[in-house]
């Protein structure tokens, strides 16, 4: 029975793609029909994500299965293979994209840009070629839906097409996706090692020279790094995911960044037989550097959905971090330290896939009951919205990384495997790592404030608006969907050894060991990765002591003394004018950060004269790379290129001379 | 789980919640003794507690049920911090369920919920308390976490209780590592209990109040229980403090005679820290909110050089 099962785990994956195309071609019928696409397609599609995450948890542990699929050129047909990383993945994008699916049932309306049916007919391209990359066992299958699903985003991406801004997010993501494309490329052209034959099979077997291996390495921390949002790569997510709906945020932000680093798992773990530990340092600095930039800049966005678009560089700042440290332990082979550094890196994919959606779907909540992105035009709205309140509280502690949230527990486990290293043979490295580990310590803290920022703006205070007080909660379809990922993200954090269990034969393929499989995981209840003297962790009783402690001191003041209540204005110190203007904006409450960060950023600023009848005060942040990076490569283009105009000037008797000149050289050369 | 651990932590529970009002009543008792002034009785916290706990609630019209959750998450998160950090003794059944890690998460936890509270009215000063709450918090949580992580390196366990047994069972020497994070740590506690340099407790000059601003809004029982929160808080930094710079009079499993003497051991060392603490407050003058940040990277730097030289030199 278990070998049925398993030997059905693959087509049972892709009889679910099927289905995905095929709802996009029904969608494609019924163009303008928003009942059906919304009450029916779209749940439809949710339970064949829920599907797809049963299959893969239970192929997981299995042996890999493979299967050929004759689409494209004559000879050179798809290759697809399902193992126990491509498993897990396919788990995530089908557990994170059940809740997305439900949601975007409930979100999605007639109105400016693309027609529903079509949106659902890129919706589910987006999604069934997410799942292929997922599976792909040659670079040209790989290739293909890779663009299948870069294009397919960028159309969702410009859903509301009609705005120049948004077209132009647009642009810059599909440009940065292909400059990424072109280096993911390459880097299968160096792991093929000159075979000609480029299923990932071959690529296994072939032992690059250290230096082809580490041009490997480079390319694809590029190319995969370009789609995750690593430094200096980043700049179109803080574009791209305002412009996109929110439930499209959701899944760019939540599963196709994940498939980024799948991909750098899938060359640096499975594809590179010997990694070497300076790549390691690389990854950990790189990832470092880009979880405190997120993490900066998120504190000073004022826009929703770019503080989240900053959150989620810092997150996968920290997820590349993980990386990193695996593969230096990895090279060394130290198996059970790098096991811990992979698993913790696993396990953060999975919870950010899930709150960062819950956090954009909240968003998206809020946008449809406000039609207001700008945090200085919303407060107040935990009153009005108290369903969207609540959950994206939950998402919030577990963005914040604080117990006892999912987010905590990968945090926990990235801290544990720091706290090895003074086993690693490299002096250098010894004393590096921990201020690696200080770094991401300051970053998790970061997070806390950036997340009150957050949802204190948002849902707390006094409404900055009077239009926020029609605000209505959201319903229906929309709250499965937010219900759905709170719960996953409230399970994750409650029982993180069932997880690890899950991770374990991912770690055990990769680098050789699991941390279950020798005993290390604890016991059901305690998370305790390498043993019970060392570092132990229980969520689940964590969570029932901090709740009972709550009751039984809530029930002892309401025994011994009493339960009364008295509704009054707000005290304030007395002040009496109170508006909800003199409530902190979201510029305000990021100033000490604007303010202890301020090398970082590129800051304008209108301050108003004293003497000014209506005084303004504005300020804007932007990013920084624009004017180090990317605007001196655009500068070097063009210089470039007007070099080369030189040599156009247009008379038909110049050009004559070039093919002259050019015979000359080339006879002479033949001569010599 | 045995019954001598069970005693051992409705012990450390009951002396928590007794204790932490009884060391707030001795700093103000020492700081009133150094200043010239009368000095308040020692129980005048619990009579404090007691009062606010009759008095009734007032609440601002549009306060959410999270303004009314937070006293008693905070309360929670304070009460089973002082119940996982070894105060009288390393054999505590629950000390498992959360390392050192997890208790800075735990701090995190309770800031998150008081900021959030804070501005949930919707009032100039409230808001502003949230900022600097967390803006000190994030700061002073990896400084923290830098010191913990010294001492768990020492003892390569995040375990409390194991990290306070093995720096028990060490011979007394000044170690550099644990001198630059001693210094850590008296800065991040200085900070994190609202005490000054940081913060003055006894402000009401409403723009420089941090902690006071966070509570503004609070009154009644909900006001009590933040309160009673505030002194668990500095007794879980005190005893976290002593249990890993002076772990002497520490009980272990199986030592009953131990812990018979944990708790004057405990007395004894809680009342000169509360002198010294309270010498602190009269000696220092409060700094100016932009520049704590400075003071609190000192720390967090501390804490980082702490580290170093335990790997540099091994000590």
């Known amino acids: ?672 | 789980m045995n019954v001598e651990g069970l005693l051992a932590q409705i012990t450390a529970l009951l002396v928590a919640l007794a204790g932490a009002p009884l060391v707030m009543g001795w700093v103000n008792m020492c700081r009133a003794w150094l200043q010239n002034r009368a000095a308040p009785p020692l129980l005048q916290p619990f009579r404090l507690l007691h009062k606010l706990f009759w008095k009734e609630s007032v609440i601002a019209h549009d306060a959410s049920p999270l303004f009314r959750v937070a006293p008693y998450v905070v309360f929670g998160c304070m009460l089973l911090a002082c119940m996982i950090i070894p105060t009288l003794s390393t054999n505590l059944p629950l000390a498992p369920a959360a390392d050192a890690i997890a208790l800075v998460g735990l701090f995190g936890l309770a800031r998150l919920f008081i900021s959030l509270a804070a501005m949930d009215i919707g009032t100039s000063f409230g808001t502003m308390g949230a900022r600097r709450e967390m803006l000190i918090g994030f700061l002073a949580e990896p400084a923290f976490l830098m010191v913990l992580f010294t001492a768990s390196l020492i003892s390569s366990s995040t375990s409390l209780a194991t990290t306070v047994a093995t720096l028990a069972h060490r011979e007394f020497a000044i170690q550099p590592s644990l001198a630059f994070a001693g210094i850590a740590f008296t800065m991040v506690s200085l900070a994190e209990n609202a005490r000054v340099p940081v913060d003055n407790p006894a402000t009401h000059l409403e723009l420089t109040m941090i902690h006071e601003a966070l509570i503004l809004e609070y009154s009644g029982r909900h006001l009590a229980l933040l309160e009673w929160a505030a002194a668990l808080k500095l007794f879980a930094y005190s005893c976290a403090g002593l249990a890993i710079f002076f772990p002497w009079g520490i009980a272990e499993a199986r030592d009953h005679v131990a812990l018979l003497w944990a708790l004057p051991a405990l007395a004894v060392k809680l009342a000169v820290g509360g002198m010294a603490l309270a010498l602190i407050e009269t000696i220092l003058a409060k700094m100016r909110i932009f520049r704590v940040p400075e003071f609190l990277a000192t720390a967090f730097l501390l804490g980082v050089l702490a580290l170093l030289v335990h790997l540099l030199l091994g000590a």
């Open chain 1, 1 to 672: 029975m278990a070998q049925i099962a398993s030997l059905l785990a693959i087509d049972g994956a892709l009889i679910v793609v099927a289905g995905w195309l095929a709802i996009g071609v029904a969608g494609l019928a019924a163009l303008h029909n928003v009942r059906l696409v919304g009450r029916l397609l779209f749940p439809l599609s949710a339970l064949l994500s829920v599907a797809l995450a049963g299959i893969a948890l239970l192929a997981l542990p299995g042996t890999p299965q493979t299967a050929v699929l004759a689409i494209g050129l004559p000879d050179l047909p798809f290759h697809l293979r399902l193992d126990a990383l491509s498993a897990f993945f396919l788990a995530l994008l089908g557990l994170a994209s059940a809740g997305i699916s439900v949601f975007a049932g409930g979100y999605f309306r007639q109105g400016e840009g693309t027609p529903p049916g079509l949106l659902c007919m890129h919706y589910h391209l987006f999604l069934a070629s997410m799942a292929l990359v997922l599976l792909a066992d040659d670079a040209y299958a790989y290739m293909v839906t890779w663009e299948m699903m870069a294009l397919a985003s960028f159309f969702l991406v410009t859903t509301n097409h009609r705005i120049a801004e948004i077209r132009k997010a647009g642009y810059l993501y599909l440009l940065v996706a292909h400059v990424g494309a072109i280096a993911i490329l390459l880097c299968f052209g160096v792991l093929q090692a000159n075979t000609g034959d480029y299923t990932f099979a071959n690529m296994r077997a072939q032992h690059l020279s250290p230096f082809w291996a580490s041009c490997a390495f480079g390319l694809s921390l590029f190319g995969f790094g370009a789609k995750a949002g690593i430094l200096p790569l980043h700049i179109w997510l803080p574009e791209a995911h305002p412009a996109a709906p929110s439930p499209v945020s959701a899944l760019m932000s939540g599963v196709m960044l994940k498939t980024a680093v799948y991909g750098l798992i899938r060359v640096n773990f499975d594809l590179i037989a010997t990694p070497l530990w300076w790549w390691g340092t690389i990854a950990l600095g790189l990832g470092l550097a880009t979880a405190i930039f997120g993490v900066v800049f998120a504190a000073a966005q004022v826009d929703m959905k770019r503080l989240l678009a900053y959150s989620s560089i810092e997150n996968i700042g920290l997820i590349v971090v993980g990386l990193g440290l695996a593969i230096v332990f990895n090279a060394y082979r130290m198996d059970a330290l790098a096991a811990l550094a992979l698993a913790a890196s696993l396990y953060h994919c999975l919870n950010h896939a899930l709150f960062k959606s819950l956090l954009f779907l909240g968003t998206g909540s809020v946008l449809h009951a406000t039609h207001e992105r700008s945090l200085g035009k919303l407060g107040g709205l935990m009153r009005f919205m108290p369903f969207v309140a609540w959950t994206t509280l939950v998402g919030v502690i577990a963005s914040a990384g604080l117990p006892p949230s999912n987010g905590f527990v990968s945090e926990w486990l990235l801290l544990q495997s720091f706290l090895f290293t003074g086993e690693l043979p490299n002096p250098y490295l010894r004393m590096l790592v921990p201020v690696f580990a200080a770094g991401v310590v300051l970053v998790a803290a970061l997070a806390g404030y950036v997340m009150v920022k957050f949802f204190g703006v948002i849902f707390l205070g006094r409404p900055r608006e009077e239009k926020l007080a029609q605000a209505r909660d959201a319903d229906g379809l929309e709250r499965l969907g937010l219900a759905w990922l709170t719960a996953g993200c409230l399970l994750l954090g409650l029982f993180p050894v069932a997880v690890l269990e899950v991770i374990d034969p991912i770690t055990v393929a990769m680098v050789g060991k699991g941390l279950a499989q020798s005993g290390h995981a604890g016991d059901w209840l305690m998370l305790a990765p390498v043993s019970a003297e060392r570092a132990s962790y229980s969520p689940l009783l964590f969570f029932l002591l901090t709740l009972s402690i709550v009751l039984v001191a809530f029930a002892l003041v309401r025994r011994f003394y009493h339960g009364r209540v008295r509704r009054a204005a707000p005290w304030d110190c007395g002040f009496p004018m109170q508006t909800a203007r003199m409530q902190d904006t979201a510029e305000g409450f990021g100033q000490p950060i604007r303010q202890i960060f301020e090398p970082f950023f590129r800051m304008r600023r209108e301050l108003p004269s004293p003497f000014d009848s209506a005084p303004r005060y504005k300020v804007t942040v932007e990013d920084p790379m624009w004017a180090w990076v990317y605007l001196r490569i655009a500068a070097v283009t063009e210089a470039a290129s007007r070099l080369v105009g030189l040599l156009q000037r247009g008379r038909i008797s110049i050009y004559l001379l070039y093919s002259f000149v050019t015979l000359v050289a080339l006879l002479s050369l033949t001569q010599l």
